[in-house]
């Protein structure tokens, strides 16, 4: 097993160099060929989806998986639609690849290019949601990215019934290299992907905090995700309340076990409609707790920890302390404490006057989403195709060395031209 | 030792939060003080590093370390005068902080601006070599980070008294923080740092492969760095002989020990001046090696491995499997192998006609380098003050919910304003 799969990361690294300079027509001609042959075969998808999910109906009879998890694997009309949709979605954004992030004179003839350009092997370890797998393929080809997926097991038959798919459309399309988008299903090959740092440049894990946490300490590879959302909003003395009630419960209640759904309110101790507020937040059966067991509890329900606090500075260092550093947002009308709590939450998000829902790579207008990240490096908040790349230096001279700068014979202009 | 270890992180950490949104006039004048301080304070330093050197001779004499760690530990008036130099030259770059890197309406008064803003709390791990401490320390201050600094031990007492002064410059400067910059000295004070992923944000280690190595395996913080210097050139068969010869010869021994040094070279079967070539090199007294033990040594000294090779493409698969992704160049006049070779090879720097040693924060003009990246996220190539950043996003609405979008009451607009 262990050879399969370093025979799989190192033809995944081959096929990344071969990917990385595809002309943008050739990765979106594969695109649309993929949309195409989803169409085509959307008949065989469904078939293979069914088995999964006779299978999983005795799972969830067992209590082995939820409703809601049989409910995510479940491929229907709709969500077919939407898959093939997001993968022409894909192929009409912009390539991210070759993007001149600047050009600079170093001195006369010596020409210094920052380009944009693919990180190289992707690991992606999801859920059981056979939609992620035709996603995550498209974002990786669009960035020239070559990926190994490895689902949730209760989506097996339909992962590889998709996975076929995608490699026969993509065998049909002239030029573009083999091995860009592979599949492992085990548990080692996992284990194996987290130890294969020679091949793979990210991991990124998609599902429960558990999992990610796992990953995160068990690889030297980089990881780009989140553990887990514990975001805040805080309802500050100012607050207009018919604001702070409209926002709150949309926080809570639009989709209670999304990572940027609210879990903590705290709320300014002189604001005087505080009451109203628990009482408008009750009667949309969010169920207050101001006694939580702990202040770092991610409910993903209807449930909504509270706390009155003394200050905006009380309320940053709550969030500051307790937070996940995800998303968190302030209630007011003083721009004082608004422009203080944005500038001092160390979160990927800060928000003033709107719900923290608006997390999503969609909302924020990036077109396509990889997931959500709390990293403090590479990418953070809402990863869309940018998060992707990475950039590489091409220097062009005609004989320039370094000696002559060092003698002070020459000298650097340092000129930006774009 | 343990609970010393981590209250040090924890106030970096909290140090870290207070200096987010300094301004930069505050972060500058600490700057200036400090660069101040080492002015009056010279002294005091020159003789905490007779000490030091009157311990490292004997280590020298037991060959327990090299003539050229002794000479990197020594502090002189002229490195000096350069230490003092490199402060102000920081001061006077750019903030790094608080920069809108775009604004954008997502719908009418729902506003997403992405702004650049400091990681968090640095732990930098160094050779012996005191300029550093000021260089690392003033480089944090910019970007508004907290750092924790762990020296080579030979430094121990220039360390000492440097951080003192720092400290005591940060002291009178009004509304700085406390414990931004820290200092720990010990082997168990490294593998404490290693583990403190709650607090610490991004590791840096300067100094050798093992180093690097060792910090890459032993922990789940990110790491910034470089494990080795593998670079290559390689002559094409139309390259000039003269240039060939010139830019090899700077690559090889403008600075043998250096990272960007060039260990490598390939040369095209039909180049009818490779005796030539070969032959002006050896008159600058580099050895060459046709069969060198392995293609990935770094000699970092006046050796060149050498091979002939059939093709560019044969070059750069060469360069993608032996290489360490840092800087690699080609010696061409033929300008389809130039862009194949730039697009294909997969290193931070791919040069035409110019030296590997080009590859450096301040040649590049970025003002200062934290350090050289050979990572795939994050920072890549010679690393500046932007590579201390990150960003976070700061969403300002009237009562927006995303229920209004679900629902398609509303409709993001999602214009570009910056």
């Given amino acids: 097993m262990d050879l399969d799969f370093v025979q799989i990361a190192k033809s995944a690294k081959k096929a990344s160099l071969e990917i990385a300079d595809l002309s943008s027509v050739i990765k979106n001609e ?78 006369e003839g010596l020409i210094l290019t920052k380009v944009s350009c693919p990180i190289g092997v992707l690991g992606i370890i999801f859920e059981a949601r056979p939609d992620v797998i035709s996603q995550i393929s498209s974002l990786a080809i669009k960035s020239s990215n070559a990926v190994i997926l490895k689902g949730g097991k209760e989506s097996k038959n339909t992962n590889k019934k998709i996975l076929e798919i995608i490699n026969c459309a993509l065998k049909s399309v002239k030029g573009f290299p083999e091995n860009v988008v592979q599949q492992v299903f085990s548990r080692d090959d996992v284990a194996q992907m987290l130890k294969c740092d020679e091949y793979i440049n990210l991991i990124i894990p998609r599902g429960g905090n558990n999992l990610v946490k796992f990953i995160k300490n068990n690889t030297n590879i980089p990881v780009l995700g989140h553990a887990s ?153 809402p990863v869309g195709l940018e998060g992707l790349t990475i950039y590489k230096y091409k220097l062009t001279g005609n004989g320039h060395i370094v000696d002559d700068y060092v003698k002070g014979e020459k000298h650097f202009t340092h000129k930006t031209i774009i």
Wanted: one cysteine or more.
């Fill in 229 to 381: 959302g514990i975001c805040h909003i805080f309802v500050d003395k100012s607050a207009d309340i018919n604001m702070a009630s409209k926002v709150v419960v949309d926080a809570k209640t639009q989709y209670p076990s999304a990572c940027n759904a609210v879990e903590t309110l705290l709320i300014h101790k002189d604001f005087d409609k505080a009451d109203e507020l628990l009482a408008s937040l009750q009667l949309e059966e969010i169920k207050l707790v101001s006694n939580p067991e702990a202040w770092d509890i991610e409910y993903g329900d209807k449930i909504l920890s509270y706390k009155f606090v003394n200050s905006a500075d009380e309320a940053i260092e709550h969030i500051n302390t307790y937070g996940s550093g995800h998303t968190d947002g302030i209630i007011t009308s003083d721009m004082e404490n608004a422009e203080k709590f944005m500038n001092k939450v160390d979160s990927s998000g800060v928000y003033l006057n709107a719900s923290t829902r608006f997390a999503d790579g969609f909302r924020y207008g990036f077109g396509a989403e990889v997931g959500i990240s709390t990293n403090k490096t590479h990418a953070r908040g």
């Fill in 30 to 107: 594969a695109l649309n060929k993929i949309a195409i042959a989803f169409e085509e075969n959307k008949q065989g998808i469904f078939e293979a989806n069914k088995q999964d999910l006779k299978d999983a109906e005795i799972l969830v009879q067992k209590g082995e998986i939820t409703q809601s998890t049989f409910n995510r694997l479940k491929l229907d009309e709709n969500k077919m639609r939407d898959m093939i949709q997001g993968v022409r979605d894909i192929a009409n954004l912009e390539d991210p690849i070759g993007k001149k992030l600047f050009v600079k004179e170093l001195d």
